[in-house]
């Protein structure tokens, strides 16, 4: 069985939808879970092999609307290694 690893990221609102978008396109991500600076999960999304283009466009639109709602998060990406 593959190990998951978590990476934890500290990030302002305004630079969420641009950091998502690159850790998509680096791919061996397996989830995204978005926290707003108290803790609270915002949004959580699998990453499959395979999910690109249609499929992730509805994911990105709410990622956005939660970068303008939000001043900080925490951004938890998840990566099989």
């Known amino acids: 069985m593959a190990k998951v690893k978590k990476e934890k990221y500290e990030i302002r609102g305004e630079?969420?939808?641009k950091k998502v978008k690159d850790i998509v396109?680096?791919?061996n991500v397996t989830r995204?879970?978005?926290s707003d600076k108290k803790g609270?999960?915002?949004i959580s999304f699998p990453l499959t092999l395979g999910v690109i283009g249609a499929v992730i466009a509805?994911?990105?639109a709410a990622?956005?609307?939660i970068a303008?709602?939000?001043t900080e998060?925490?951004?938890t990406v998840e990566r099989k290694s």
Do not use: M, S, W
Request: net charge negative.
């Open 73 to 75: 998060c925490t951004l």
């Open 15 to 17: 630079d969420l939808l």
């Open 58 to 60: 509805p994911v990105l």
């Open 32 to 34: 995204i879970t978005i």
């Open 63 to 65: 990622v956005g609307a």
């Open 25 to 27: 396109k680096e791919g």
């Open 40 to 42: 609270k999960e915002l």
């Open 68 to 70: 303008a709602l939000v």
